[in-house]
Structure formats: structure tokens, C-alpha cells
């Protein structure tokens, strides 16, 4: 019986990666194993590694290749010269008969199951010691698109045949140890999915940036997918939440950020495997590239695909322009963040600020310093110096030697799943990508910080700033019966410390959200037609690029900055305030300036709860109460628990509850809980009237503080005489940890003290609070303390 050299994807089982390497034998995984969960993977075939040693032997290549490759070993000749000669060698070559016919044979057939005389297809290449768990062999081989006949078939695999040996896969295998010879190469020949006429990008099973479990990551732009996969373009991303996924009552997407896809990837006209980039539409780069249900098909496609597998996986997918189905072009083990361990991680933090001189997205939780070097081609990577800061339009396979050597890298383009992302993730360096006319902003030379340790911006600052850097031992953290929970301001925050032992979300600041991700006063947005200020309206425009409805642009992103937060700890509550903003404050946010009166002081002024019901500010409040809604009934976080700040009165509570109710948040209603800030004297003396209304406490030492005392907390002047530890402040906590309880409200604690004086953190627990919110670097040494406490407290019982 003659030698089979081709064997069909639906034969293929993970179990094949011998004869067919790990790409095809993933894609053949997933056609015999998914297809029937709704998975559609391209049809296809792939040669053998038998049909690659056969065309390496039976062309004498074996041993020219072996001498090669010694001449590098033994620094006779530099890599790209090795590299060159190999391709050459092989190309050069001639793929036996019996193996030719064979492919021609299937492709021909292929043809047949689609009705057609030929059909376009990839050919990619899939290296028989690839995708490994610890050793990311991804764009080293080449993939060739749009191949369409048996002479350009037969001639692209040839072609992945000769990509085994470009200069970054023999850098690799050197550099991990592989056996160059031992190593075979299989060519998978895949339907094409015509996704220049549509769409394509790359999609993980887990945060690419904090290792967060319960996301899907999603990267879209228009065209073919090479663009994303290099970085070439800003694609769009999307997070959807895992959990909730398979609930047909949520559409449980967190995350929607439009990328600026400046260009696109399409077939040159006039002949296969010929490709050019264009420039996108206006339209284009300012609409979203998958629809919601889109997302939400993908995702669920990604969490059957990674349960199957049993871990982590990076997919590409490709939609087709022609018949608008989705398909899965690749999938393989996400070799990042899974070999990472649990029990311990860095948490890196500036200890000073300076000028901003560029931004981007953040890719790693790391600070880097260094000088800066700019180089806009490969032509001249030879003259980058150890230790500097690498600055560069997009970065390829090529670029890795030099990387490897970078403190850290920002690129001009790209997203998360770009090659300077990915790369830099294995690397363990810092990197900042998409950070736009970057080289120009920034001067050869020149000393800067970037950080990446400040949520998913990352910045380039001026100068070389001071920053500490901790490792934390999560091995041993002590059981408390206190619960420790957590304040976070950014939704990016909440994934970076998702590790941490906690109990939940004790704060999440609104206005932080507002102020970072939205930029506008509500009411701008709101009133935006009879906007009178040119200025301000111009830059509302830029800022909502791609709504009409700038109202529902407030509301979109709050509400997935409040699921990020909420996602973050589900199913543990998020106790999420409402926007506390100072008129000086809101005043400052883009149209702010046409809606709030100058007040003598804004402490005390026209905050919190007051605004809520008022003319001036009650639609505001509606588009917060809506974002609220949709993150508990549409997406489906219903941990997330409402909080109302600087509430003066009981009075004040109903006004509130009822203005709450009649948007829809009705106290009770799906489970919905409201807390009220503990700031003012007055909740604490009728802390019994205000139970009767809200579900629970948080105390706000500062703003207490201050009432309780009559200390300006922002006087330096009084700062000696501020103090949360006064024996008027613990009182005032006493009093009301003591009403509430006979009420049976819980009462927790969000401000800063206990995260500044563990002490006070000790004195809380013997007052018998029942939850302590912390800073995040606060977490690990205030829960040991208050163990401590509570072992004293124990034995104290005993011994009485």
C-alpha cells in the first residue's frame, strides 16, 4: 500500500501533533470534537511531517542544512545569510511525485465539496514542536493566502516548507534548545475564509494583561487578519464575562472600546496570494466591527473551545464576507499567563508623578526607565543599546533579538494581541502599544518612565521617576471573620488584583469612571444640541467618536466600566456609589462649566445625594440609575450593590429612593441592595431612621472626620489636627456599629484609615464592624492584623 502523505482535518485528533503539528492537529480537534457544538472551523487537509522528511531527503537537504547550520554555531556566517541560503535551498527544491499527486489529489477534492472546479485557499504552516504549554512557536512559519490551482498549491507548500527556517524560527529553536533537524514541518491547505471582504482578529480565553480567568479578550479589524496579528492598525476590543455566558437572559459583554482600524488588509487585484493594505472609511474606523451577538457567539466559541482543551487558549478568527458566517482559523495554548503562578505576584507603584509625554494601551503591570531609542525599520536594529527604552511604529517577528534587550517597548499601533504586545508578555517587559505619533513626541536620548502600572493606560513620563516594586506572597493569607473587601477606582484595577483574598468590592468609585473613561459633565451630553460652547462641543464629538446619542455613550460607558468592576469578584457583592463629584469638580469635566454654580465651599455644598433629585442635575442621575440597570438586568452582574454618598437627611434618603425607583432601581426589587455612606454626624445619630431605609453602611472616614472634628481634610495648614483615630471619630463608629447592628444592618468601613494605620484597622475589628475595604497594597497587611486581633479576641472569650 502506497504512503499516505495528506490526512483530512476531521481525522486529526490532538493525539497527531507528531505527524501533522500542533496547529493542524488543533484545527482537526476541533472539527471532529466541536463542529457539533456549533464551532465551525474551515475544511481543509494537511500534508504529513513523513511527506516533509521524504522532500528533505529525497533532495539531499539533510545534511547542507546541518552544515549551515553549523557555520552559525560556529559564527562563520551570520543568520541572515544561514537563513537565506536554507529558504533558498528548499525552494529550490522539487516535491516528489507520489507526494505531489497526493496533494494535488486532495485539493482537487476539496474543490468538489464545495461544489467548485477550484476554490481559494491558506496554506499555513504547522511546525511538529509547536504550541507548546511553555514554548510559543506563533508567527515563526509563514501562512500563504488566497492560493488558488494545483501548480500555486504544490508551490506554497514548498514555501511553508522553507518558512521552518526564517531567521526568528532558527533564533528560536537555538535559543530553546530544538534540534533544527529533528523538527518536521506539515502545510495545512484550509478553505478560505474571505474575511478581506469582512473581518478577522485574534481572541483569548483569559485577560492577556492580569491573567484573569473569567474573560474572553477579543481583538477585530476590518480585512484580513495580519494587520492585528503584527499590530499594524488599533483594532477594536471587546471583553465578554465567562460565568454568564451560557445564560440566554444576559448579554454579559463588559468591555466595547473602538479601535481607530486606520487601515485594512485586502487581495491585490490580478493575482493569488498578492495582498495590499487600504485605507479604511470614514465610516469604518468609526463603527464596531462585531455586533453584540457577534461577540457573544465568538466568546461562547472561545469558553467550549477552552474547556475542551482544559486550559487557557489564543484563537484567530475570520468572518466571511460572502456568506457573513463566522469561522475559528486557529487555536492554540495561550503560553503567557498559564505559567504563571498563583501564589505569588508584583505589584509595581510610582512614588512620583511628572509631564505625560505619550500614552497608549498598557500591556503588562510593570515601570520601566531608561533612554530613549527610536527606530522606524528592521533595517537598523543592529544599533539599538542594551537597556533602552525601545520606541517604534510596530515591531514583527524579526524585531525579537532587539526586544529581548529593551526595558520596554511603545509602539505607534497595535492592540493587545499585537506582536509587540504578545512578545513583551513573554518577555516580562513592559510595553505600551497603540501610543499615536509617539516618535514624534518623544526625542533620542531623552530619559523617561513608563508605566503600565496604572490600569489599562499606560503613559510615557518625563525623566526618570522613582517607583517601588513588590512582590506579594499570597501563600499564606489567614482566614479572617471580618471580611476584607477592597476600594477600586478603575474597572483596569479591579483585574490586576483579582488574585488578592477578598471578600469583595467595598468601593467603587462612579466618578472615577466618569472622569477617565467618559471625560463629558452628563449634562453636556445630555443637552449637547444647545451646547453654546463651540470649544467644549468639539471636543464632546471627538470623545464620543461613533454615537449619535451622546447620552447613550455616558450610560455604554459607565456601565461596562461598573461590569469590569463587577465581573472582577463576581459573585461577591460590588458596592458601587453613586457619581460624588464637587461642583469645582464637575466643572472641570468637557461642558461642565455651563452647569455648575461657583460655590465658597463644594464640601459642603451641592454633593452627593442633594444632586439626585434636583432640576439641575435629576437626568444626569437617570443615565447613572440606567448604566446600573443594565449591568444587573442585561449583562447580568446582579453582585452589584448601589450606594448613596453624603446623604444629609432621612428625608433626603426618600427623596433619593424614590427618584432611584421611578428609573427603574427600586430597593428589594431582583435582589437589588442600597447602602448609604456613613459620613455625616447626622447618619450616625439617626442611624435607626436611616436603617429603616437602606440595607446597610459604609463609613467614610475622611468626610467623618472632618464633620466630626471641623477640619478642613484638604488644609495643610490642619492637618496635624486631622485625625481619624480621635476619640470623637471612634465614638461616633461605635455608636453607629452598635445601632445598626440592633437593627440588623451590617456596617463596613471604605475610607482611608484602616489602610494607613493598621491600628485602626484593630481597633475596628474590636468595635465589631463586620467589613473593612482597603486599598488594594493595603490587603495582605491589614488582614494579617486583623487575624491577629481576632485570635486576641478569642482568647480573651475563653479566659473570661
Do not use: H, W
Given at each position: 500500500m502506497a504512503d499516505t502523505y495528506i490526512e483530512w482535518f476531521e481525522n486529526l485528533t490532538n493525539q497527531d501533533v507528531p505527524s501533522v503539528g500542533g496547529k493542524n492537529a488543533s484545527l482537526g480537534e476541533m472539527i471532529r470534537a466541536l463542529k457539533e457544538k456549533g464551532i465551525a472551523v474551515p475544511d481543509g487537509f494537511a500534508t504529513t511531517a513523513e511527506a516533509y522528511r521524504r522532500f528533505i531527503a529525497d533532495n539531499n537537504l539533510g545534511e547542507e542544512i546541518r552544515q549551515r547550520i553549523q557555520d552559525l554555531k560556529d559564527s562563520r556566517k551570520p543568520l541572515d545569510r544561514v537563513g537565506r541560503e536554507i529558504r533558498r535551498l528548499i525552494r529550490q527544491g522539487t516535491i516528489p511525485a507520489g507526494i505531489g499527486d497526493q496533494i494535488v489529489q486532495a485539493y482537487r477534492e476539496l474543490c468538489k465539496r464545495f461544489g467548485k472546479d477550484e476554490v481559494d485557499v491558506a496554506v499555513r504552516s504547522s511546525a511538529t514542536a509547536e504550541d507548546l504549554p511553555d514554548a510559543s512557536f506563533a508567527g515563526q512559519q509563514e501562512t500563504f493566502l488566497n492560493v488558488r490551482g494545483d501548480h500555486d498549491v504544490l508551490e506554497a507548500v514548498k514555501n511553508c516548507y522553507a518558512s521552518l527556517f526564517t531567521d526568528r524560527a532558527i533564533s528560536y529553536r537555538t535559543e530553546k534548545n530544538f534540534d533544527h533537524l529533528q523538527i518536521a514541518l506539515s502545510a495545512g491547505v484550509q478553505k478560505m475564509v474571505r474575511s478581506d471582504r469582512a473581518s478577522s482578529g485574534v481572541m483569548f480565553s483569559v485577560d492577556t494583561e492580569t491573567g484573569f480567568p473569567d474573560v474572553v479578550v477579543i481583538n477585530a479589524a476590518w480585512g484580513l487578519g495580519e494587520n492585528v496579528v503584527q499590530g499594524t492598525v488599533t483594532p477594536d476590543e471587546y471583553r465578554a464575562f465567562k460565568p454568564l455566558l451560557n445564560d440566554a437572559t444576559c448579554k454579559p459583554i463588559i468591555e466595547k472600546s473602538l479601535g481607530e482600524k486606520e487601515k485594512k488588509m485586502i487581495y491585490a487585484t490580478g493575482g493569488s496570494k498578492t495582498t495590499k493594505n487600504v485605507e479604511t472609511t470614514q465610516k469604518e474606523r468609526e463603527s464596531f466591527v462585531l455586533s453584540d451577538e457577534e461577540v457573544l457567539r465568538l466568546s461562547r466559541w472561545a469558553k467550549l473551545i477552552e474547556e475542551h482543551y482544559g486550559r487557557a487558549m489564543d484563537m484567530e478568527w475570520a468572518k466571511d464576507g460572502d456568506s457573513g458566517e463566522l469561522f475559528i482559523?486557529?487555536?492554540?495554548?495561550?503560553?503567557?499567563?498559564?505559567?504563571?503562578?498563583?501564589?505569588?505576584?508584583k505589584s509595581y507603584s510610582l512614588k512620583e508623578h511628572g509631564e505625560r509625554l505619550a500614552e497608549g494601551l498598557a500591556i503588562g503591570e510593570a515601570i520601566a526607565t531608561g533612554k530613549v531609542q527610536k527606530i522606524r525599520n528592521a533595517e537598523n536594529i543592529g544599533r539599538f543599546e542594551e537597556g533602552s527604552i525601545l520606541i517604534t511604529e510596530m515591531t514583527d517577528p524579526d524585531w525579537v533579538p532587539i526586544m529581548k534587550k529593551a526595558a520596554g517597548i511603545v509602539t505607534e499601533h497595535g492592540g493587545r494581541t499585537s506582536h509587540a504586545a504578545i512578545v513583551s508578555r513573554e518577555l516580562g517587559i513592559p510595553a505600551i502599544v497603540g501610543a499615536t505619533h509617539v516618535l514624534d513626541r518623544l526625542e533620542d536620548g531623552q530619559e523617561v518612565t513608563m508605566s503600565c502600572a496604572e490600569g489599562d493606560t499606560g503613559y510615557v513620563y518625563k525623566g526618570k521617576l522613582d517607583f517601588d516594586a513588590q512582590d506579594i506572597d499570597l501563600s499564606d493569607i489567614p482566614r479572617t471573620r471580618t471580611q476584607i473587601m477592597m476600594n477600586i477606582a478603575e474597572p483596569a484595577a479591579a483585574f490586576r488584583w483579582w488574585r488578592l483574598p477578598c471578600a469583595g468590592i467595598g468601593l467603587a468609585r462612579m466618578e472615577f469612571i466618569i472622569n477617565n473613561a467618559i471625560k463629558c459633565h452628563p449634562m453636556a451630553l445630555i443637552e449637547y444640541d444647545k451646547l453654546e460652547d463651540e470649544e467644549a462641543k468639539q471636543r464632546i464629538a471627538d470623545i464620543t467618536r461613533g454615537y449619535e446619542d451622546k447620552s447613550e455613550f455616558f450610560t455604554q460607558q459607565l456601565a461596562r466600566g461598573i461590569a469590569k468592576i463587577g465581573a472582577s469578584q463576581y459573585p461577591n457583592p460590588v458596592i458601587v456609589r453613586m457619581s460624588d463629584f464637587k461642583t469645582n469638580e464637575y466643572a472641570e469635566l468637557v461642558g461642565g462649566q455651563a452647569y455648575?454654580?461657583?460655590?465658597?465651599?463644594?464640601?459642603?455644598?451641592?454633593?452627593?445625594?442633594?444632586?439626585?433629585?434636583?432640576?439641575?442635575?435629576?437626568?444626569?442621575?437617570?443615565?447613572?440609575?440606567?448604566?446600573?440597570?443594565?449591568?444587573?438586568?442585561?449583562?447580568?452582574?446582579?453582585?452589584?450593590?448601589?450606594?448613596?454618598?453624603?446623604?444629609?437627611?432621612?428625608?433626603?434618603?426618600?427623596?433619593?429612593?424614590?427618584?432611584?425607583?421611578?428609573?427603574?432601581?427600586?430597593?428589594?426589587?431582583?435582589?437589588?441592595?442600597?447602602?448609604?455612606?456613613?459620613?455625616?454626624?447626622?447618619?450616625?445619630?439617626?442611624?435607626?431612621?436611616?436603617?429603616?431605609?437602606?440595607?446597610?453602611?459604609?463609613?467614610?472616614?475622611?468626610?467623618?472626620?472632618?464633620?466630626?472634628?471641623?477640619v478642613d481634610r484638604d488644609s495643610a495648614q490642619l492637618s496635624k489636627l486631622f485625625d481619624e483615630q480621635d476619640e470623637a471619630v471612634t465614638t461616633m463608629i461605635e455608636m453607629l456599629i452598635q445601632k445598626a447592628h440592633r437593627k440588623k444592618r451590617k456596617v463596613g468601613i471604605c475610607g482611608q484609615a484602616p489602610s494607613d494605620h493598621p491600628e485602626f484597622a484593630a481597633f475596628l475589628v474590636r468595635a465589631g464592624i463586620d467589613s473593612i475595604s482597603l486599598n488594594p497594597d493595603s490587603v495582605i497587611k491589614v488582614t494579617r492584623r486583623v487575624a491577629e486581633v481576632e485570635r486576641e479576641m478569642g482568647r480573651m472569650r475563653k479566659s473570661a
Open positions: 482559523v486557529q487555536a492554540r495554548p495561550e503560553t503567557v499567563q498559564s505559567q504563571k503562578t498563583a501564589a505569588t505576584m455648575e454654580p461657583k460655590e465658597a465651599n463644594p464640601m459642603l455644598g451641592f454633593r452627593g445625594a442633594s444632586r439626585y433629585y434636583s432640576d439641575a442635575y435629576r437626568p444626569g442621575f437617570a443615565l447613572e440609575c440606567e448604566a446600573i440597570r443594565r449591568v444587573r438586568e442585561e449583562i447580568g452582574l446582579d453582585n452589584v450593590v448601589v450606594m448613596i454618598p453624603f446623604c444629609r437627611s432621612p428625608a433626603e434618603a426618600d427623596k433619593v429612593l424614590e427618584v432611584m425607583a421611578s428609573y427603574g432601581l427600586r430597593r428589594g426589587e431582583n435582589g437589588l441592595q442600597v447602602f448609604v455612606m456613613a459620613e455625616i454626624p447626622s447618619n450616625i445619630i439617626l442611624a435607626e431612621q436611616f436603617s429603616e431605609r437602606f440595607d446597610g453602611f459604609s463609613i467614610g472616614s475622611n468626610d467623618l472626620t472632618q464633620l466630626v472634628l471641623g
